[in-house]
């Protein structure tokens, strides 16, 4: 059998099994210990990849181990519906969007062959209820599909009934204490939706990091009006030397309150949504305001307007006021200029006065000459003000500015001041004066940020909106203490989770569209998608009995939670409120009380920023100290032939071809053995195969074992016998802890890989003699280790063993630690590397030799090279009579040995032990060089290759 046949037939076989014997239902078992393991529930939009994939396959694998363990594990899995990325399918499919609908026909194309019935349940989409219907349905399949041990029979949506209770006693809690405000604050905005919008609604959300950053806008006396300039630097007006405006950029210029401001019109636009009352007057093309003066604060300096490309309208206000010391941007394109005589010509200015226009700097920082700006624009070689190194330069100059910096003389009353104090006086001093004002803009590594709906992203100052205070600074030291005693690996993430504690603030948390809870106290609204899943791993202790015990939603009350969560009232009292049963009150408080808290929650280190931070805090919030989470881990994603996977790039795999292309064992021995959590792993077709040869040989090996009927030892154990189970028990110690310490690749490296290898070495070695009831027993244990990483391929064989049970529900093999031998497993090394030598010889003397002859080490070589580890010196040798006979010869080996000192190998035996292991080891030379051996004492030969026999090095000698 191989497993390139067999896999389909084999895994679905399981699949059923598993599932008719509830094989991953946990009840509640005192005393015996439990373990919740949690991951995040996936959003119901769309089929999954691959990559999403990973987490899921890690987290089974551990789930799998700690069942083994004796540990009573929950761990189960629900779907998330919240928010408008749903509902934008649904629309998007209703108005016959030509790219949704092609992407939705190859989703379900995936999963129902039928035309007829997959244009049915496309058109079923305009239902948005149906959409996530469908793809927790493909979810569940998939998952299934690929050997998941999840309960299932606690799922749910968060457009549940009674989950929607569950999350309105949360937010009561939450407004009960002081945690939930109301206020004005800028949020990322559709202007389409007319709605906030958050990471899930935003095209490629994930990807390009959206944010929102504040500007300062500085007003540059204009006529009678004001050129508007936005900056992040407001103290680098003091370096001002013109102002930059794009020729080819429609400005406006517009009413703001009492005054006029000229900026562009997607400026003139954004400022509508940050509360302003804006009203155009005229369009003035940027061609028109080239040549001209304005007067900038402050300085109450003349600045000359000079057309340049880089201004990009849809950025601050469209234009620039330039600073070429401290800006590479400024300085590029004014070399641009001064290098364009024709160009300056054509816009009626005076050359020689664009050519005197100077850098002014006002900041002095270590490292950086006097002109930062220039010395950057040489040392990354820009070439014009368009330059794509431009970006990388400007991080550079403006984070060693920012931090290092300090300002120069020639900066008013911000002489000598830190930059990163100055940076904020001198804004406060234009605000004063009414000189500047506030702004916000949006900021993402691709620009213009877009809504999933097609809609532009835009900052607004949204009013009434409500916000979850994660800026509460009492909630913020209880979330540090927790985050203090929480296990997070790697570990190398914990200062992350620190930083976002430290930075979070208000955060808006409900919607005026989507689907998910409403608001219990205001109804317009509807709670978002990362503000309803910070404490659902509580529902999964109960949902399963609100059902079975068919409570409707209606009586689940807030004192009805409270019980069940807080232990709050008398379960008389609720009984009387809710008309639910004193004893099914007490069943379920019983349930939470068990299961929680979460023991681990594992997921991808993409949410450490967001949820993963927001559900330490919500728990905090909420629940007693006992109930807070324990640990979280963490794993990086997945790529494809070395490039990240995208639907757009079209290069991602859909979980579903996995089982029916590759096969799920073959998959999660590919995606656990690739890589550790904290690295990346390939999908490469190339490995993938490698990865599948090797399974296939663990097929034919297990089937030989399997097919021999012994039923007794037969024999004493052998060398090669006691290297095995040294060598399993070995492994089985290392990857015992590799998993309990998340080390996935490592085990999986070291129990598949490495032990697949011991196998087939101890076939070659043992040929004749195959101790098969040793192979069986190793077998057996192996297939255990191994369960938790391909659990079909280990009930196969562990069922043809001769099994009725199921091994995913075995216990974790004991571990024999006196089976453990150094010696055995050097003795065997020793063995290998004679074989490799005397195969080697043979090699190149290019005859078949008669005889072979094995030289083992003398005794004085030992005893030298034994001395010389432990750091004797030539004399302690030379006082032993025994050895001093050998003179001349001992100095020349003990030279030898010490020129090589460092690299010499603690792993020998003594020179007896080397004898006798050579003699055992006759029969296997013999017989894999089919020719005779000869094993000889070296004192008693004058055989020349006797004299070069080494500590683990025999001497050699063919006839
Ligand atoms: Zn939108």
């Known amino acids: 059998m191989n497993y390139e046949e067999s896999f389909k037939k084999i895994e679905e076989k399981w699949q059923k099994s598993w599932e008719q014997k509830k094989a991953f239902q946990p009840a509640i078992e005192k005393p015996k210990k439990k373990l919740f393991i949690t991951v995040p529930y996936p959003y119901t939009s769309g089929p999954l990849h691959i990559g999403h994939g990973r987490t899921y396959t890690i987290a089974d694998v551990y789930v799998r181990f700690q069942r083994m363990q004796g540990q009573n594990v929950l761990w189960p899995m629900a779907f998330h519906i919240t928010g408008t990325p749903i509902l934008a399918v649904s629309r998007r499919i209703e108005q016959a969007d030509k790219e949704a609908v092609k992407t939705y026909e190859e989703y379900i194309s995936l999963y129902e062959k039928d035309k007829k019935k997959a244009k049915k349940i496309l058109d079923s989409f305009i239902e948005p209820q149906k959409v996530a219907d469908f793809f927790s349905d493909v979810i569940i399949h998939d998952f299934k599909s690929l050997g998941f041990s999840i309960d299932w029979s606690r799922k749910f949506t968060t457009g549940d009934l009674e989950y929607n209770k569950f999350i309105e006693w949360q937010f009561h809690r939450l407004r009960d204490l002081d945690l939930i405000t109301k206020g004005t604050h800028p949020v990322l905005y559709c202007v389409n939706d007319k709605n906030a919008v958050g990471e899930d609604d935003i095209q490629n959300g994930d990807t390009i990091e959206p944010g929102i950053e504040e500007y300062t806008i500085i007003k540059f006396k204009f006529q009678d009006s004001y050129i508007i300039a936005a900056t992040l630097m407001p103290h680098t ?37 940050q509360g302003k009352n804006v009203e155009k007057i005229k369009t003035i093309s940027g061609f028109d305001l080239i040549g001209k003066n304005c007067v900038a604060p402050l300085t109450g300096k003349e600045l000359q307007i000079l057309p340049a490309e880089f201004p990009n309208p849809d950025i601050g206000s469209g234009i620039v006021y330039s600073v070429p010391a401290h800006s590479i941007a400024d300085y590029a394109a004014l070399e641009d200029l001064k290098k364009n005589e024709n160009l300056v010509k054509k816009y009626n200015m005076n050359y020689s006065v664009v050519q005197k226009i100077a850098p002014i700097s006002v900041v002095k920082t270590p490292e950086l000459g006097e002109v930062p700006a220039r010395d950057l624009y040489n040392k990354f070689g820009i070439k014009n003000q368009m330059d794509e190194k431009l970006p990388d330069a400007t991080k550079e100059l403006y984070s060693k500015e920012f931090h290092f910096g300090v300002m120069l003389n020639n900066s008013g009353d911000f002489s000598e001041m830190k930059v990163s104090e100055a940076r904020e006086s001198v804004k406060k001093k234009l605000l004063e004066l009414n000189l500047a004002d506030n702004f916000h803009e949006v900021t993402a590594l691709e620009l213009p940020v877009m809504c999933r709906c097609g809609g532009k992203v835009v900052v607004s100052l949204l009013k009434d909106q409500w916000y979850i205070n994660y800026g509460d600074e009492g909630w913020k030291e209880n979330t540090r203490n927790c985050l203090n005693k929480m296990l997070i690996l790697p570990q190398m993430y914990k200062p992350l989770f620190e930083s976002t504690i430290n930075w979070l ?112 805090f919500n728990h905090v919030a909420l629940f007693p100290e006992k109930y807070w989470p324990k640990s979280i881990t963490l794993n990086e994603f997945l790529i494809r032939e070395g490039a990240k996977m995208s639907k757009s790039k079209g ?279 089919n020719c005779k051996f000869e094993i000889l004492e070296t004192e008693k030969s004058t055989n020349p290759k006797a004299k070069i026999a080494d500590v683990m090095k025999p001497g050699i000698y063919l006839e």
């Open 237 to 273: 007006i003091f370096g001002a030397t013109n102002i930059f405006v794009n020729p080819n950029t429609a400005y406006y210029k517009f009413k703001v309150q009492n005054e006029i401001w000229i900026g562009s019109k997607e400026f003139f636009e954004k400022l509508s949504y």
């Open 505 to 616: 603030h208000e955060r808006a948390c409900a919607r005026m569209r989507g689907l998910g809870t409403k608001l219990p106290w205001d109804e317009r609204w509807i709670i978002e998608s990362l503000s309803d899943s910070t404490i659902y791993m509580a529902f999964y202790t109960v949902i399963n009995l609100i059902r079975t015990n068919k409570i409707k939603p209606e009586q689940l009350t807030r004192k009805f939670w409270d019980y069940v969560f807080l232990g709050a009232h008398s379960s008389k009292e609720i009984a009387q409120e809710t008309k639910i049963k004193d004893k099914v009150l007490n069943e379920i408080h019983e349930s939470f009380e068990y299961w929680y808290p979460n023991d681990l929650r594992h997921t991808a280190v993409g949410h450490i920023t967001n949820h993963l931070t927001f559900f330490i």
């Open 651 to 929: 290069n991602d795999v859909p979980l579903d071809e996995i089982p029916r292309t590759y096969g799920a064992d073959l998959y999660r021995l590919y995606i656990v053995s690739g890589a550790n959590l904290e690295a990346v792993v390939d999908w490469t077709e190339k490995n993938v195969l490698s990865a599948q040869k090797r399974l296939n040989r663990l097929y034919e090996l297990s089937d030989e074992i399997i097919k021999h009927k012994t039923q007794s030892a037969g024999r004493k154990a052998t060398t090669i016998d006691l290297w095995l189970k040294s060598r399993f028990n070995s492994m089985l110690k290392i990857v015992t802890q590799d998993l309990q310490n998340f080390k996935m690749r490592d085990y999986s490296q070291r129990a598949f890989f490495e032990f697949l290898n011991d196998l087939g070495y101890y076939y070659q070695r043992s040929k004749e003699n195959i101790n098969y009831f040793l192979l069986k027993k190793i077998l057996a244990n192996w297939l255990k280790i191994l369960s938790p990483l391909i659990p079909h391929t280990a009930e196969e064989f562990w069922n043809k063993l001769g099994n009725k049970k199921l091994i995913s529900l075995e216990k974790w093999p004991a571990l024999d630690e006196t089976a453990i031998s150094k010696e055995v497993e050097i003795s065997e090394n020793l063995i290998l590397n004679t074989h490799k030598d005397v195969e080697q010889i043979i090699q190149l003397i290019e005859k078949k030799p008669k005889k072979i002859m094995l030289f083992a080490v003398p005794s004085w070589k030992y005893e030298v090279y034994k001395g010389t580890l432990e750091g004797k010196q030539i004399r302690d040798f030379m006082q032993n009579p025994e050895l001093k006979k050998f003179g001349n010869e001992l100095v020349n080996y003990y030279n030898k040995l010490g020129a090589k000192k460092f690299e010499l190998s603690k792993e020998i035996l003594d020179s007896k032990k080397e004898l006798e292991v050579l003699k055992e080891a006759k029969q296997f030379f013999e017989s894999s060089f």
